[in-house]
């Protein structure tokens, strides 16, 4: 029997606030800004705002490193205007979610600051203190994924601390039972006010294994993973934080699950009692074009694309439930990646329902639904992501050349990501009356909300009704999943089925014209087309030749 919830009908909005809409004119975004799009938001047809962190942070990762736990940045607004947002969206029929980033704080915490005031002060054990072989060599051989070692000495104290991120992120020591009563705090203090869940912040990583031993085999980069993904206790921890606050309340979870296989993550959000969160954020199918990381790109290919799909749809089937996006703050735009930017509005369309039909709830990162792009800037100094200095360094040192790792850089950066969402064709695409903190991409005059919102055909449009579809059709929730020609290189086909219904999805990832012939069993002629992207579309011999990324959706 299908266990049927909210949070698996509904669908999910995300904001970057910093670069969603900026309401006091200063260049920054804001929950003001927010405020005045939440009609906007709710248009779209979404049932609920992920915000990316908006607590007080001093940026060194763009709110991923919070100074705390309880408050606004003064950046984004206050409690005040925080609440006004939460009760908007609530009156209007949305949720509201809150990133919830407990692998690390900020080294500008006042935990941070206190632990490293000596060994006995009471939150020295809050963090991952150890000795090395004095200053010189760390207490193990760890990759940081931001910044060189994972290890950071203090003079003070002859001591260094663990930070799997950038410096300015120290680790917390989630095995003391203070820290985990913090945690557990700071989640009663926003659901008391009123949120309604969070996505858990690289949850997979809070529990490493005892005595942090060094790696055998020293990697270019990632050196320790093993020894903190999916560590010992985590799935402890989770239902410790589920039994002592989560079951308190009617929220939901999804956490951030890296790179993971189907069956580990069902070891967290298998449906029975064992499940630790509702959902889990993977990883695989973005990386039908990269290696590992964005920033090794390899040619697209579809193939490994659908493969990663299907083994996701069927992996969780039926007792787990999918979380389903092609784009965050974390990933270049998906139409620069898979689609084409040629046939922007086309290739935006069929990707939207590439993934929007499929079983899981639908996650639409701000910007995507007017098919915003990637935006290259000249110069390293012009980027801000701190991931992808990274990776410059590291490939770099590699000894790749520099053209072709500033190259790398451009296309893999997530700052392709954190523009300011372009509103309209006035200044500064409409996001900002003063100054944007970051580059507009010149491409809004073309490409913005304002002008779509009148275009009936447009992709902001498409959205729109494709989420509402998903809404009121239960096949496009609830149906199973089963996926045709599996070995093409060039579509994309499955189909859903609840009863007596079925949905037929068709996706050309290509400017070539392919012919489409209807699986077995499969008459095009008693299904009606629901979505399209060209006009005048024929049924020739139960099917059909595509047109550049061309996408049909057929319901029977
Ligand atoms: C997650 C976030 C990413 C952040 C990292 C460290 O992957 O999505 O933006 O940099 O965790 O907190």
Redesign the pocket.
């Known amino acids: 029997m299908e266990n049927k919830t909210w949070y698996k009908e509904m669908s999910v909005y995300q904001i970057w606030c910093r670069s969603f809409c900026d309401g006091n004119g200063d260049g920054i975004g804001d929950l003001w800004g927010v405020l005045s799009k939440l009609d906007y938001i709710k248009s779209l047809g979404v049932d609920g705002i992920w915000f990316?962190p908006i607590y007080p942070s001093p940026n060194a990762?763009?709110g991923?490193?919070i100074s705390d736990y309880k408050n606004i940045h003064p950046d984004f607004g206050n409690l005040e205007v925080f609440k006004q947002v939460l009760d908007g969206a609530h009156e209007r029929g949305m949720r509201v979610f809150m990133?919830l980033?407990i692998?690390?704080t900020s080294d500008e915490h006042p935990w941070f600051i206190e632990s490293k005031k000596g060994k006995d002060n009471p939150y020295h054990d809050y963090y991952f203190w150890r000795k090395g072989k004095g200053k010189k060599r760390p207490p193990n051989n760890w990759d940081s994924?931001?910044e060189g070692g994972a290890w950071e000495y203090d003079e003070g104290l002859d001591e260094w601390y663990l930070h799997i991120?950038s410096k300015k992120?120290p680790d917390l020591n989630m095995d003391n039972p203070k820290v985990r009563e913090e945690v557990k705090s700071i989640m009663r203090f926003w659901l008391d006010m009123g949120v309604d869940g969070f996505r858990e912040?690289?949850i997979t990583y809070i529990s490493k294994v005892d005595g942090l031993p060094s790696a055998k085999v020293k990697l270019p980069a990632a050196t320790g993973m093993q020894y903190y993904a999916d560590g010992p206790r985590v799935h402890e921890y989770l239902a410790e934080f589920k039994r002592d606050v989560l079951d308190f309340y009617d929220c939901f979870t999804v956490g951030?699950g890296?790179l993971m296989s189907t069956n580990t993550a069902l070891g967290y959000v298998q449906e029975g009692e064992n499940q630790v969160l509702n959902m889990m954020i993977s990883f695989s199918h973005m990386q039908a074009d990269c290696l590992v990381t964005d920033f090794i790109q390899r040619p697209f290919s579809l193939t490994k694309l659908k493969k990663s799909l299907s083994e996701w749809q069927n992996g969780l089937y039926p007792n787990a439930w999918n979380c389903l996006y092609l784009e965050?703050?974390?990933h270049p735009r998906i139409i620069s990646r898979y689609g084409s930017e040629k046939y922007r509005v086309e290739s935006g369309k069929m990707l939207a329902a590439s993934y929007l039909f499929l079983r899981g709830t639908p996650f639409v990162y701000q910007g995507q639904e007017i098919g915003m792009l990637n935006n290259y800037l000249p110069n390293l100094e012009d980027y801000r992501d701190?991931?992808m200095k990274n990776n410059y360094r590291i490939a770099r040192k590699l000894g790749l050349p520099k053209k072709k790792v500033f190259e790398m850089a451009q296309k893999g950066t997530?700052d392709n990501a954190r523009t300011p969402v372009q509103w309209s064709n006035e200044k500064n695409a409409g996001f900002t009356e003063g100054t944007p903190w970051f580059g507009v991409n010149p491409n809004y005059p073309e490409i913005n909300a304002e002008s779509q919102l009148e275009d009936e055909n447009s992709l902001l449009n498409f959205y729109r009704k494709a989420l509402e579809f998903r809404k009121e059709n239960e096949v496009c929730i609830y149906g199973d999943y089963k996926e045709h020609l599996k070995n093409s290189k060039d579509l994309y086909v499955y189909e859903r089925n609840l009863g007596e219904r079925k949905l037929l999805v068709i996706c050309s990832f290509t400017e070539k014209t392919v012919r489409f012939d209807a699986p077995e069993g499969i008459d095009l002629d008693e299904g009606k087309q629901v979505f399209g992207n060209y006009e005048s579309c024929f049924v020739i011999g139960n099917g059909f030749t595509t047109r550049p990324y061309e996408m049909r959706v057929y319901l029977f």
């Open positions: 990316s990762d763009y991923y490193d990133d980033v692998n690390h994924l931001f991120f992120q912040d690289v951030e890296s965050n703050h974390d701190i991931m997530r």
